[in-house]
C-alpha cells in the first residue's frame, strides 16, 4: 500500500522501521490502520485498542487517534525519557512503556461512538474536515471487526496475551466492555482517579488530576507533550516539523477544552498554553490542504492556506459549530441526552443502595430542553430503559458574550433520593463552590421528579460535578 508522506529531515524508510525519517501522514496512517483491520490482516499481530470514554467528545476522539499515531514507529520514544520518581502524577509523561516500534504489535484508535452518532458531533468532524481526515473511514465502537476484536480476540488465555487497551480520557472502562477490563494496560487521561485498573502500573497510569482539580485542560495536552518530550530528548532533528493534520487536529480540540485560554472560564493552565504555542511553531503548515473549503477559511488563516491559523478565529468556528442553538432546538430529547452522556459507578464499598448514575451534558437553556416536543416522555424512556441509571444529572450550558453560564437538573425515581442529595448539593461545603440555588420550579411527571439549580460558578464542569456525586453515595446509604 503506498502512503502519503511527509519529510522531516533526510531520506529513509516507511512506517516499520524504527527511526525512519519519512512518516506517513496522519490521515493516510489512519486509513492505512482501518485498511489493516477491515481485511483482517491482524492475525498473530498484538493488538492494543486506543479507545476514549463513553461520551465521545473531541477530545476523546482526536487524543485516542493522535496517541495512536504518535505511538506508531515514526514518533516512537527513547526508552531514557521519563523515568523519573512522580512523572505518571501528571508532572510529566514516561514514555519508556508507551514505545511502540514493533511490526508484530498494532496500535488500533477507535472512535468511542458508534458510526451513526458521529454526525451529532460536528465540532470534530468540522476540524477533521479540515485538516483532511476523512472521519467516515475511521474504526467505530460496534463495528463489526471492533465487536470481534472485544469479544473472540479475549475468549481464551492465547487471545488475551495478544489484546491490550489504553484507556485515553477516561480511566474507568465503560461497563459494557467490563469483560476485558483486565486487558487494560495503559491510562492517559485528566479526570479524578476512580481508582479502577490496579493491574495498570504506576508509569502507565498517566491521570493529570490532583486536589479535585485537573492538571491539564485536555487529554490532547498530555499527548502534546508526549511529542514535546520526544522533541527536548531524543532526535530533535527528525522533529523540524510536524505532520500539520495533527497539529491542527490536536491545537482545535486544546482550544475548545479551554475555551481559547480564556482565564475567565478557568479551564486553560500554563501546560496547556504551552503546548498550544508549540503545535503553532512545530507544525508543518505548509504542507497543510484543507478536505473542505469553508468561508471561515480566510479568518483561520489570515495569511493564507499553508501559513499559520489564528487561534482566535479557529476557536471561534469550532466553538460556534458545537454550540449552535438552532442545531441543539432542532434535536429530539433523547439525542440531546445521550450526545455527551457518562455513567458513573458509584463504589459498592459504600454500601449504598445507588449503583450508578449519568450525567449528561447539554448545550442549551434548560428552557428550551424541557419545552422539546415529548420531553417528559423521551427522558423517562432514556432514563429508565437506555441509561437505566436511578439518577440523571443534567448540566446545561450555554454561552453569553463568549462567557459560560451553567444550570443543573436532577432527575430521579427516588424522590427521597432527590431531596436529600438537593440538600446536599445546595448546603454542604465539598459543593460550595459550584454556588448553586435552587430554582423554584419542581416538577413531579409520573414516576420522574425534578430539581431544576442556576450555577453561578461556572467554571464546576463535570470533571468537578461528578466527584462531588461520589461523595454524596458514599455518605448516603439510603
Not at 432527575?411 to 432527590?418: G, Y
Not at 461528578?466 to 458514599?474: D, K, R
Amino acid at each position: 500500500m503506498k502512503l502519503d508522506t511527509y519529510h522531516d529531515g533526510d531520506a529513509g524508510s516507511t512506517t516499520c522501521n524504527k527511526g525512519s525519517s519519512i512518516h506517513p501522514s496522519f490521515s493516510s496512517y489512519l486509513s492505512s490502520v482501518t485498511s489493516e483491520v477491515s481485511n483482517n490482516h491482524i492475525d498473530g499481530i498484538k493488538l492494543n485498542a486506543i479507545i476514549g470514554n463513553e461520551a465521545g467528545d473531541a477530545d476523546s476522539i482526536i487524543s485516542s487517534l493522535a496517541l495512536s499515531y504518535v505511538l506508531s514507529d515514526g514518533y516512537c520514544l527513547s526508552s531514557s525519557i521519563g523515568n523519573k520518581a512522580g512523572c505518571h502524577s501528571g508532572n510529566s509523561i514516561p514514555s519508556s512503556s508507551l514505545c511502540v516500534g514493533t511490526c508484530d504489535h498494532m496500535n488500533i484508535p477507535v472512535v468511542s461512538v458508534e458510526r451513526n452518532d458521529m454526525a451529532l458531533r460536528r465540532d470534530t468532524s468540522l476540524l477533521l474536515e479540515m485538516a483532511n481526515i476523512d472521519w467516515k473511514s475511521l474504526l467505530y465502537y460496534k463495528d463489526a471487526i471492533i465487536n470481534d476484536i472485544f469479544s473472540s480476540r479475549y475468549s481464551s488465555e492465547f487471545s488475551r496475551q495478544n489484546l491490550s487497551l489504553t484507556l485515553v480520557d477516561h480511566n474507568r472502562i465503560r461497563s459494557e466492555l467490563c469483560h476485558i477490563e483486565d486487558a487494560v494496560t495503559k491510562i492517559i487521561d485528566h479526570h479524578e482517579d476512580e481508582s479502577c485498573h490496579v493491574q495498570v502500573p504506576q508509569s502507565d497510569r498517566i491521570i493529570a488530576f490532583e486536589n479535585k482539580r485537573p492538571l491539564v485542560g485536555s487529554t490532547c495536552t498530555l499527548v502534546t507533550e508526549l511529542l514535546m518530550e520526544n522533541m527536548k530528548h531524543d532526535h530533535p532533528q527528525r522533529f523540524k516539523a510536524l505532520d500539520p493534520q495533527l497539529g491542527l487536529s490536536l491545537l482545535g480540540v486544546i482550544l475548545l477544552d479551554t475555551m481559547n485560554m480564556d482565564k475567565s472560564a478557568g479551564k486553560g493552565i500554563p501546560r496547556d498554553a504551552k503546548a498550544i504555542q508549540f503545535l503553532l511553531d512545530s507544525s508543518q503548515w505548509m504542507r497543510l490542504e484543507p478536505g473542505r473549503k469553508y468561508d471561515e477559511l480566510d479568518k483561520i488563516f489570515p495569511n493564507g492556506i499553508g501559513s499559520q491559523p489564528d487561534c482566535s478565529s479557529l476557536y471561534a468556528f469550532l466553538s460556534q459549530s458545537k454550540f449552535d442553538t438552532v442545531f441543539w432546538d432542532e434535536m429530539s430529547t433523547r439525542d440531546t441526552l445521550r450526545i455527551d452522556y457518562k455513567n458513573f459507578q458509584v463504589d459498592q464499598s459504600t454500601k449504598s443502595r445507588v449503583t450508578c448514575f449519568g450525567i449528561s451534558s447539554v448545550l442549551l437553556q434548560l428552557d428550551s430542553l424541557v419545552s422539546k416536543e415529548e420531553f417528559h416522555k423521551q427522558l423517562e424512556t432514556y432514563m429508565n430503559e437506555e441509561a437505566d441509571v436511578p439518577l440523571l444529572v443534567v448540566m446545561a450550558m450555554i454561552l453569553r458574550d463568549g462567557k459560560p453560564q451553567r444550570e443543573l437538573m436532577l432527575v430521579a425515581n427516588d424522590d427521597n433520593l432527590l431531596e436529600n442529595l438537593t440538600k446536599f448539593l445546595l448546603f454542604n461545603n465539598s459543593a460550595a463552590f459550584l454556588q448553586l440555588s435552587e430554582v423554584v420550579n419542581r416538577s413531579n411527571t409520573n414516576n420522574i421528579n425534578m430539581v431544576r439549580m442556576n450555577q453561578a460558578n461556572s467554571k464546576g464542569s463535570r470533571k468537578q460535578v461528578a466527584p462531588i456525586l461520589l461523595e454524596f453515595f458514599s455518605r448516603n446509604k439510603s
